[in-house]
């Protein structure tokens, strides 16, 4: 019994000394800066896209009240979002507050709006290369102050998400004003039993005014508490910050038609090209899409609009095989339009030969010439 023991412990030792050690995972970088408005040293977190160091673009910059507990949500959702391309690469800063001090500083409102214009984002913008596209999140106490400072300030932030609270005297929200569109995000839960009340009056008097360029949306859900909120609230605030910032994507051909159709797509595009200087273009990926659709929804009509309208994608590196041209070509053979058919199956004999797909092309091809 004693050996085996023994063995155990000489195997466990040997496996900790077998693991290798690698570099520690940073996420972004600590500076203390010395605040001439609140007179004191604080704390701020900055997160760098992947791109900063080998670009030299401009970035928009997320703005994170309470850092110190948000800071990572934030840069974990920037990096999960860009997967799909759903947002821009961003710098993300976490101003920090301790809990003793936090209600007291965002309580003083036009205090702390200074100590943000003067001392935090003219670090930022002078140190990092940033665009004028300002995002802030507020979580609780510091939601009420974003609240009324989103509606005063109409230059400092082009949009904002607050979640668990957060309200506005009907006197700034009638008075608000704005020659540019600032966006609004706004989340809470009927389980936050403290805050809701607040955030429902925050919305009837916005919606009863309706600010003039104050572009915004309230979402409850009810399945979170006051401490989960925060995180979802986050993703789904810079979701809707940049709702036509993604390339389109219809679930079916009837929704493409409801949305209206071919004009919706190009003033879509019209739209994300004024809004944040994307190529006017239709993305290759909602291309794509739109031929899919029609092709795997057995819609021959929409797949030979899609195809012609959309027939410069077909050049692409996607399509550069056998295999895509006997898909086109045998959808059209089905469908009984046997010049397009003809068309995919030469192409994919001849430009992609002695492939598995050669007996299905060389068989459509000659059912297509013999029709």
């Not at 038609?257 to 944040?276: C, M, Q």
């Not at 006017?280 to 659709?293: A, F, H």
């Not at 598995?356 to 091809?365: E, H, R, S």
Request: glycine fraction near 6%; include cysteine.
């Amino acid at each position: 019994m004693n050996k085996l023991l023994l063995a155990i412990c000489f195997l466990a030792i040997s496996t900790i000394h077998a693991q290798t050690k690698g570099a520690p995972i940073s996420i972004g970088t600590n500076y203390t800066i010395s605040s001439k408005v609140l007179k004191q040293e604080k704390q701020i977190q900055i997160y760098l896209p992947k791109s900063y160091s080998t670009s030299k673009e401009v970035y928009p910059v997320l703005y994170i009240l309470d850092g110190q507990r948000f800071f990572t949500n934030g840069v974990a959702i920037q990096k999960s979002l860009r997967s799909p391309i759903a947002l821009p690469e961003m710098i993300v800063v976490g101003v920090n507050s301790t809990r003793s001090t936090r209600r007291p500083l965002f309580g003083d409102g036009d205090k702390y709006t200074s100590f943000l214009k003067e001392d935090v984002i003219q670090f930022v913008d002078s140190n990092f290369r940033t665009n004028k596209e300002r995002i802030i999140f507020g979580w609780e106490a510091a939601a009420y102050y974003i609240s009324e400072m989103i509606l005063k300030e109409k230059d400092l932030f082009t949009g904002a998400i607050i979640t668990d609270g957060g309200l506005a005297s009907e006197k700034l929200v009638q008075e608000f004003n704005s020659d540019t569109e600032i966006y609004l995000y706004m989340s809470n839960s009927k389980r936050d039993i403290y805050y809701v009340a607040s955030s429902d009056k925050f919305n009837e008097r916005l919606k009863k005014h309706n600010p003039k360029n104050l572009t915004w949306k309230y979402e409850l859900f009810n399945d979170e508490v006051h401490q989960s909120m925060p995180h979802l609230a986050m993703y789904k605030g810079l979701q809707y910050y940049y709702h036509n910032y993604d390339a389109l994507v219809f679930e079916n051909i009837q929704s493409y038609v409801d949305a209206g159709g071919t004009p919706y797509l190009k003033s879509y595009i019209k739209g994300r090209e004024k809004r944040f200087g994307i190529d006017k273009s239709v993305n290759e990926s909602t291309q794509n899409s739109l031929i899919w659709l029609g092709l795997n929804r057995d819609n021959f009509k929409y797949f030979s609009l899609f195809m012609e309208e959309f027939k410069d994608v077909l050049e692409t590196k996607r399509y550069a095989s056998a295999y895509w041209q006997n898909k086109f070509g045998q959808f059209y053979l089905k469908n009984n339009d046997y010049k397009n058919a003809k068309k995919f199956f030469k192409a994919g004999l001849t430009k992609y030969p002695n492939t598995n797909f050669d007996p299905a092309m060389k068989k459509g091809l000659k059912e297509a010439t013999n029709k």
